[in-house]
């Protein structure tokens, strides 16, 4: 039974699947093109038919912010890569060994090799939440949940991470000076130590919509969105830079390297544009969000690197899949996606997807960025698909949301971008 006669048989909410096509050589090329997989939402597709439309656009990784058995059972022998997470309210338990491990055994263990897992995420932009108890747990719970892996010999096809804000950055500009904020530099050594020995990669969430929608009278729209036609220059490396997102790029490497880390992969795990925003939000429009993410997934799909990294093909997750409808927050929250719930695309990136399915079955928690679902499911032993509260802070306008501290360093960075634009 193939799985679109599955989905009708077993789920009676659903109307009939429509029969889509994606003729997308453009998207196919991108070999290196990942996806975020929300679900704040209560219209979404069954996952099983989620599947045919990932496959079809050329994306071969995606990332949950939970562990949802229904997402990881329906992909089960598609090839497509997946990263899991475990939320910021369950670090203080799996640093717990024995807790740790059960939820490998619980989250993880059960869908390989059938469900290709290669990655857990352990919270979400923990550093820059301002909770000590919360930044405490942090590497402890990479720690116990990697220890979970080995002894269950699952560490050389499972590797740990967590994803930050870019507001762990103090200093931005130009990228050669990146330096990461003077407070967190003994934590984040020590997270990259971690890194180094178990071979996983830095991941940060980058935004540079959140620069322009800051600041839209100095930051030019075409430095943004990947157009501009002239570069700045790095007067202390020499290098050029023609797109911002190059640039918050190599701010992270340098900042690494700064710390004594040379040697170190960086990942984005997200980034991307709203196409719709509220009357304050500028530039959250359909034609700049297909400009951002269909320059970005050229970019990407010319396997080159950043101006720093030039021979290191950008490994890049963007946000989102779909829109979701349930996310609190500014218009914008709701409108990252790629596609709308019934599977058509929310604006032209060179596919033709002529839908999927028009009601849902989901609206579980696990969402994307900017969520503020909060989980209320059993501990993390018996946890399956769970949301976080720290998606409140992934595409928020950081300079509203976060505490001081890291609004100070927001300030920074976009400081640093109107700088760096206005050499161009």
Same mark, same amino acid.
Request: glycine letters at 8%; a neutral charge; hydrophobic letters at 40%.
């Given at each position: 039974m193939?799985?679109?006669? !599955?989905?009708?048989? !077993?789920s009676s909410t659903?109307?009939p @699947?429509?029969l889509?096509?994606?003729?997308s050589?453009?998207f196919t090329?991108a070999s290196?093109? *990942?996806i975020?997989?929300?679900?704040?939402a209560n219209?979404?597709?069954?996952p099983?038919?989620?599947?045919?439309?990932?496959?079809s656009?050329?994306?071969?990784r995606v990332?949950l912010y939970d562990?949802d058995? $229904?997402?990881?059972?329906? #992909?089960?022998?598609? *090839?497509? &890569?997946?990263?899991?997470?475990v939320?910021?309210?369950?670090l203080?338990k799996?640093?717990?060994?024995k807790q740790a491990q059960a939820?490998?055994?619980t989250? %993880?263990?059960p869908?390989l090799?059938?469900?290709?897992?290669t990655?857990?995420?352990?919270?979400? &932009?923990?550093?820059?939440l301002?909770?000590s108890?919360?930044?405490?747990?942090?590497?402890?719970?990479?720690? *116990?949940? !990697?220890?979970?892996l080995?002894?269950?010999?699952?560490?050389?096809?499972?590797? %740990?991470t967590?994803?930050?804000?870019?507001a762990?950055? &103090?200093?931005?500009y130009p +990228?050669?000076?990146?330096?990461? $904020?003077?407070?967190?530099?003994?934590?984040l050594?020590c997270?990259?130590d #971690?890194?180094?020995?178990?071979g996983?990669p830095?991941s940060i969430?980058?935004?540079p919509?959140?620069?322009?929608?800051?600041?839209p009278k100095q930051?030019?729209l075409?430095?943004?969105?990947f157009?501009?036609?002239?570069?700045s220059?790095?007067?202390?490396?020499?290098?050029h830079?023609d797109n911002m997102f190059?640039a918050?790029?190599?701010?992270t490497y340098?900042a690494?390297?700064? @710390?004594?880390?040379?040697n170190?992969c960086?990942?984005?795990s997200e980034?991307?544009?709203?196409?719709?925003?509220?009357?304050d939000?500028?530039g959250? /429009?359909p034609e700049?969000?297909r400009?951002?993410?269909g320059n970005l997934?050229?970019l990407i799909?010319q396997k080159?690197?950043t101006?720093?990294?030039?021979n290191?093909d950008l490994?890049? !997750?963007?946000?989102?899949l779909f829109?979701?409808?349930?996310k609190?927050g500014? /218009?914008?929250e709701?409108? #990252?996606g790629l596609f709308?719930?019934d599977?058509?695309?929310?604006y032209n @990136?060179?596919?033709?997807?002529?839908?999927? =399915?028009?009601t849902?079955?989901t609206?579980s928690? *696990?969402?994307g960025?900017?969520?503020?679902?909060t989980?209320s499911?059993? +501990?993390?032993?018996?946890?399956?698909g769970t949301?976080?509260?720290?998606?409140?802070?992934i595409t928020?306008d950081?300079?509203?949301r976060?505490?001081l501290q890291?609004?100070l360093?927001i300030l920074?960075v976009m400081?640093?971008?109107?700088? =760096?634009v206005?050499?161009?």
């Open positions: 193939n799985c679109f006669s !599955h989905l009708l048989r !077993h659903l109307s @699947l429509l889509f096509s994606a003729a050589l453009f090329a290196a093109f *990942g975020n997989y929300g679900q704040i219209n979404l597709p069954h099983e038919a989620v599947v045919p439309l990932v496959k656009i050329g994306v071969t990332k562990a058995p $229904r997402v990881l059972k329906a #992909f089960a022998n598609s *090839g497509v &890569e997946f990263i899991v997470g939320g910021n309210e369950y203080s799996v640093r717990d060994p939820w490998v055994k989250n %993880v263990q869908y090799p059938a469900t290709k897992i990655c857990i995420t352990l919270g979400n &932009e923990v550093l820059t301002n909770d108890a919360l930044s405490a747990d942090l590497l402890p719970a990479m720690e *116990g949940i !990697h220890s979970a080995v002894s269950l010999n699952l560490d050389k096809q499972v590797t %740990v967590t994803s930050h804000n870019l762990i950055l &103090e200093v931005s +990228p050669s000076a990146g330096a990461f $904020r003077s407070d967190l530099k003994q934590k050594a997270i990259l #971690f890194h180094c020995k178990v996983s830095f969430n980058a935004y919509y959140f620069a322009y929608k800051a600041n930051v030019p075409d430095f943004v969105l157009e501009s036609r002239s570069a220059v790095d007067q202390v490396s020499a290098l830079y190059h918050q790029i190599d701010a340098s690494i390297e700064r @710390l004594g880390y040379k170190v960086l990942q984005v980034t991307g544009w709203p196409s719709k925003g509220d009357a939000e500028a959250a /429009t700049n969000a400009k951002y993410n997934i050229k799909s080159k690197g101006p720093m990294r030039p290191l490994d890049v !997750h963007v946000f989102a829109n979701e409808n349930q609190p500014p /218009t914008s709701r409108n #990252f709308k719930p599977g058509t695309p929310v @990136l060179g596919f033709n997807a002529k839908g999927l =399915l028009s849902n079955t609206g928690g *696990g969402g960025s900017g969520s503020g679902a989980s499911g059993p +501990p993390p032993a018996a946890v399956t949301s976080s509260d720290a998606y409140l802070s928020a950081d300079a509203e976060l505490p890291g609004a360093s920074s400081v640093s971008a109107i700088i =760096l206005s050499q161009l």
